[in-house]
């Protein structure tokens, strides 16, 4: 196995290539916050919470680290000024989407108790965690994406949900603002309660 050594926090840390800095940095003990990650499934890189500076020959720039592969050589600082900073907008602008556990403890620990931004129902945060899951692990394509833009949403595909989704629900513990259990229990977006066998 071809290593790599980088330093992440002071630290010099040895790694197998191929691994992602937020791998390396775990590896290491250092704590990296994460809401859309999940080591099952392939980096995605959408919320961002996950940023890191690097740096190389004195150039610095922001990466998300559980999609950003180790290199040799490489600077990483985790927690800078500006990486809590942005760490902080984007776990407050998450609360007043939802604030449910996951985000409730990130809240906790940027210190903050409420959203100044304006709430409303709890909504889907587009993280993907249940769409990848059911396709990449699952390989069962049953949750998916509709939408675009702020139209953007999730669903069970109705005619695949009926026969798989009651026998699984795998993807229902994964959802960091609660909403998809509530779309399950609303049969499937508008589609008949699970286990009705009415068919859609
Ligand atoms: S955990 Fe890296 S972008 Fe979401």
Redesign the pocket.
Known sequence: METITLEIDGKKVETAKGTTLLQAARKAGIDIP????DDRLAP???????LVEISRNGRKRLV????YQAEEGLVVRTETEKIVRIRRMIVELLLAVSATGPLQALGQKYGLKESRFKGGQPKCLLCGLCVRYCAEVKKNNVTCFVGRGIERDVVFLSDLSHTLCPVCRECLPLCPSGTLYSLYLKGYNGAPEPGSNKGV
């Open positions: 994460t809401l859309c990650h995605y890189g959408a919320c961002r919470l996950c998300a680290s559980c999609a």
